[in-house]
């Protein structure tokens, strides 16, 4: 009797090994702290899942400065990205490459591959770059359409109070450029600045003129700029460089796992301008969890079953 449960006992240890080596490995997946982030992560989270993979869920893991360590440091193995950060990541920010979306995603590959062994799968034909947002009341009594509108209307003494997170307050990319570019410059008590890069919130305040907010940090994808009633004001001198959405995941990881790319670069192909603000807008500004709104978007487009 002994021998016989001894056998047992063996074969339910070698069975337990068998599945424990079929089964796929932990991913760790991060997130920046905004809508987009929770969106692109969740959709991450959930193609794995689905997959087979095992998934740590650690989105809305901080600021870029925050995710971008961790990727580099092995915390998390993936998270969505933005393109044009690559002129940041590598000192090029007086580099006409980032203009183009096709050129910019070609660069920072090969960066990131070269210096961290990162690798960035195909990103999402969206440009979510940095913009100013101001009400459309304000827009049309004083006429800004454009940065070069607004930026008139700073030096001729006019009221602005600005909202945005301390990357766009402080990122050589973002609102130093603007102001370099156009010829303006706000001083500190003429700024909120927030420490997590939530639109959202930036963009309610300027709607709602909370604390005097009567501009705001948004982004090109955004979904409730004209619900909310505000205007993008236009970059005519193209200071922006192109941001694309796309997963970025450790080489070793990649490398281990091929099937990843296969996995996620349908899904990030499929996310265009319209649809990322249209999936952004029921997160924002109708209560969704973004879980929810990605499960949504995945099934009914056929990536999940």
Known sequence: MKKALTMVAILVLMLALIVAGCAKPGITVGSKIDTEGALLSQMIILMLEANGFNVIDKSGTGPTQVVRK????????????????????????ESDVWNDAQKGWERVRQLDMEANNIVWLQPAPANNTW??????????????????????????G?????????EFVTSPVALPAFQEAYGFTLSQDQLITL?????????????????????????????????LGLVVLSDPRGVQPVYEPAPIVRGEVLEKNPEIADI?????????LETLQTLNAKIAFEGQAAADVAREYLTANGFLK
């Not at 101001?134 to 359409?145: A, F, M, V, Y």
């Not at 420490?195 to 948004?218: I, L, P």
């Open 70 to 93: 961790a990727v580099l440091s092995g915390e998390i193995d993936i998270y969505p990205e933005y393109t044009g950060n690559g002129a940041f990541f590598f000192d090029e920010t």
């Open 131 to 156: 913009a100013i947002a101001i009400p459309k009341e304000l827009s049309e009594k004083e006429g800004i359409r454009s940065l070069d509108d607004f930026a008139a209307y700073v030096n001729r």
């Open 158 to 166: 006019g009221y602005v109070k600005l909202i945005g997170s301390e």
């Open 195 to 227: 420490s997590g890069g939530n639109t959202a919130q930036t963009e309610k305040a300027a709607a709602e003129g909370t604390d005097g907010v009567n501009a705001a940090m948004a982004y090109g994808t955004d979904g409730g700029l004209a619900a």
């Open 264 to 272: 996620l670069n349908p899904v990030f192909a499929s996310l265009d």
